[in-house]
């Protein structure tokens, strides 16, 4: 990624996530026949830090990001009902009543969402839209196809500015003794410094699910469809608002 990503160095789920380098992490779905099917996610020297274990082919309404012992990081939510496929992330655990746990304590807070997925459009292959449920006025655009393992999320500096950098990347991992670009089921998630490497995780494992990464076959193939959702993310735009009801 070009750029020196001097932008977005606030955590958006944990500080310890913001490296303050450019670094590239190595994500890995442990089965190929489900969206969402469990990940493993590495870090450069090779070492586990997150991962996302889940059962079956059913459609997955909860989502949890965990590091590498197994405490929970960021709980995704599939809200109901909704016409555009609303996705909400909460910090840490979430319970039935929709209230996050403190990870010091584990008692209740009632912390809210930290941001909400959505469709932008209820009709045809619409893009993406994550809104970020604070006040620091940070900008986001994801171009690009997440079926095909080529994604860019870029950072605004300010609201309606049109000077946007790169902050994260998604795209295919090529095996560095042999040239050969791997399998689907091995890509690469490459932050600029400062970008939340926990958030940036969360997105993927939404983006799985509502992009139907199932067309993984004939995906490889050549069969893409072009454009929104099904085809991959052409356009994913994250900004900050306060939260309102689908």
């Known amino acids: 990624m070009a750029g020196n990503g001097g932008g977005a160095a606030a955590a958006i789920v944990d500080e310890k996530f913001c490296y303050g380098?450019?670094?590239?992490?190595?994500?890995?779905?442990?089965?190929?026949?489900?969206?969402?099917?469990?990940?493993?996610?590495?870090d450069p020297n090779g070492e586990v830090l997150f991962r996302f274990d889940s059962y079956g082919p059913e459609t997955k309404d909860e989502l949890v990001l965990m590091d590498a012992s197994g405490k929970c990081?960021?709980?995704?939510?599939?809200?109901?009902?909704?016409?555009?496929?609303?996705?909400?992330?909460?910090?840490?655990?979430?319970?039935?009543?929709?209230?996050?746990?403190?990870?010091a304590d584990g008692e209740s807070t009632a912390i809210g969402p930290i941001f909400t997925v959505f469709k932008s459009s209820i009709i045809g292959q619409s893009s993406l839209m994550v809104e970020l449920y604070n006040d620091s006025g940070e900008e986001y655009q994801i171009e690009g196809s997440y079926v095909h393992r080529s994604c860019t999320v870029y950072y605004f500096s300010a609201a309606g500015?049109?000077?946007?950098?790169?902050?994260?990347?998604?795209?295919?991992?090529?095996?560095?003794?042999?040239?050969?670009?791997?399998?689907?089921?091995?890509?690469?998630?490459?932050?600029?410094?400062?970008?939340?490497?926990?958030?940036?995780?969360?997105?993927?494992?939404?983006?799985?699910?509502?992009s139907g990464d199932r067309v993984a076959a004939v995906v490889d193939g050549g069969g893409e469809k072009e454009g929104g959702v099904d085809g991959g993310v052409s356009a994913l735009q994250m900004s900050t608002v306060v939260p309102v009801s689908d």
Not at 22 to 38: M, Q, Y
Not at 75 to 93: D, V, Y
Not at 181 to 206: E, H, K, Q, S, Y
């Open 21 to 42: 380098e450019e670094t590239s992490l190595t994500v890995r779905k442990t089965s190929v026949f489900f969206p969402g099917d469990g990940f493993l996610v590495y």
């Open 73 to 103: 990081l960021l709980t995704l939510r599939r809200k109901k009902p909704s016409l555009h496929n609303r996705w909400e992330g909460f910090l840490g655990e979430v319970g039935s009543n929709h209230d996050a746990f403190s990870a």
């Open 161 to 210: 500015s049109t000077t946007k950098e790169p902050v994260a990347e998604i795209k295919r991992k090529v095996d560095p003794t042999t040239g050969v670009t791997l399998g689907r089921d091995v890509f690469w998630l490459c932050l600029r410094p400062g970008f939340d490497g926990a958030f940036a995780m969360g997105l993927v494992l939404v983006l799985d699910q509502m």
